[in-house]
């Protein structure tokens, strides 16, 4: 079935380094979305991406869609303590729900 | 607006009992999903409700999962004869949007209840 996989697993960063987690499907998907779950919390949604090659933005959060639409990433310029979570790509599996990957965790040491 | 809410928040059970786990989704949202999440894992699908019906149950992992939903609205997970390895948070999720099949929408989690099974 289809597989959602994510690297890295977890990132270390110093506050004010740039980070970037990879998303990559084995099937081509219709759409891919982002979720941040902060510690001890839930899952929140960030943004969907639709287009091949679609670019969008959200402050210093920059999401992409791969030409062939099999592949993501989250960009975050110049990170910031609030940004601690895990980052979360999910795409749609064959049914209604969503194939969630297993996360990046990123901590941020000011 | 609220919402969506669960409860309880957190549930110790002994091994072998039956629990139930209680999702309010967002008023107004009609799809409706379970999800489980194990420590430092990804989420898991379980159950996917479209109003009262479920035309998706293929990520309950046992008999032993079962889930309703009334009114449009309230839905309920039960897990009977619990097991160690059912320890998990349980997440519930609505989205306003009706999915089609590969196209899922934005969802909107409840905080999740945390299983302890003992």
């Known amino acids: 079935g289809q597989q959602v996989m994510q690297i890295p697993q977890y990132q270390h960063v110093q506050e004010g380094e740039d980070f970037t987690t990879y998303c990559n499907s084995s099937t081509t998907l219709s759409n891919i979305q982002w979720y941040k779950q902060r510690p001890g919390g839930h899952p929140v949604f960030l943004i969907q991406l639709v287009k091949s090659g679609e670019v969008k933005k959200q402050k210093r959060l920059t999401f992409q869609f791969g030409e062939a639409k099999k592949n993501s990433s989250l960009h975050i310029t110049a990170t910031q303590t609030t940004d601690v979570g895990t980052y979360f790509c999910?795409?749609?599996?064959?049914?209604?729900?969503?194939?969630f990957g297993k996360g990046t965790s990123l901590l941020v040491t000011p | 607006g609220a919402g969506v809410s669960q409860s309880p928040s957190n549930k110790v059970t002994e091994k072998g009992k039956d629990v139930e786990l209680r999702c309010d989704p967002i008023?107004?949202?009609?799809?409706l999903y379970w999800y489980r999440q194990s420590l430092g894992q990804g989420l898991e699908f379980l159950i996917y409700f479209q109003g009262n019906s479920a035309p998706d149950k293929s990520g309950l992992p046992s008999d032993r999962f079962s889930a309703e939903r009334t009114g449009g609205s309230v839905s309920t997970l039960t897990i009977q004869r619990t097991q160690q390895e059912d320890s998990a948070v349980y997440l519930c999720?609505?989205?306003?949007?009706?999915?089609?099949?590969?196209?899922?929408?934005?969802?909107?989690f409840g905080p999740g209840t945390r299983l302890t099974v003992t």
């Open positions: 999720a609505s989205s306003f949007l009706t999915p089609l099949k590969g196209r899922a929408y934005e969802q909107y």
């Open positions: 008023s107004g949202h009609t799809a």
């Open positions: 999910a795409g749609p599996n064959s049914g209604y729900a969503l194939n």
